[in-house]
C-alpha cells in the first residue's frame, strides 16, 4: 500500500494551496481518508477526513471554513483545498487511510496506512 501525498509548498498568510494524495495498493472505495498535521514539537493532529463514499466530511474547528476535502474514486485520489491559509497552518501534512466502517475519523490510532507527508510553510 502507498499513499503519495504532494502539493506542499510556500505560501504566503492568506493564500491558497492543494493538497493531493494518490492511493495505490488498495481497494481505494472501501476506506475512509483522513488528513493529519504536524507542526515542529507538537503532536500529529486531525485536520479534515471523508467517508469512503465521499458523502460525509469531518472537519477540525481550526480548519472549519476554510479547508476542503474531496476525493475521486475513480482516480484513488484524495485532496485538501485549504484557503485563507495562516500561519498556525504551517506543518507536515500526511494523508491516511482507515478500513474499518464506523471507526473514529479523528483519531490518529483509526488509521491503517500513511503516506510520507507533505511540507507546508505560510509566511506572515
Known amino acids: 500500500v502507498q499513499l503519495q501525498a504532494s502539493g506542499g509548498g510556500l505560501v504566503q498568510a492568506g493564500g491558497s494551496l492543494r493538497l493531493s494524495c494518490a492511493a495505490s495498493?488498495?481497494?481505494?472505495?472501501?476506506?475512509?481518508m483522513g488528513w493529519f498535521r504536524q507542526a515542529p514539537g507538537k503532536e500529529r493532529e486531525f485536520v479534515a477526513a471523508?467517508?469512503?463514499?465521499?458523502?460525509?466530511?469531518f472537519y477540525a474547528d481550526a480548519v472549519k471554513g476554510r479547508f476542503a476535502c474531496s476525493r475521486d474514486n475513480a482516480k484513488n485520489t484524495v485532496c485538501l483545498q485549504m484557503n485563507s491559509l495562516k500561519s498556525e497552518d504551517t506543518a507536515v501534512y500526511y494523508c491516511?487511510?482507515?478500513?474499518?466502517?464506523?471507526?473514529?475519523?479523528?483519531?490518529?490510532?483509526?488509521?491503517?496506512?500513511w503516506g510520507q507527508g507533505t511540507e507546508v510553510t505560510v509566511s506572515s
Open positions: 491516511a487511510g482507515e478500513g474499518r466502517a464506523g471507526g473514529r475519523p479523528r483519531a490518529v490510532a483509526e488509521y491503517d496506512y
Open positions: 495498493g488498495l481497494t481505494f472505495r472501501n476506506y475512509d
Open positions: 471523508i467517508s469512503r463514499g465521499g458523502g460525509t466530511t
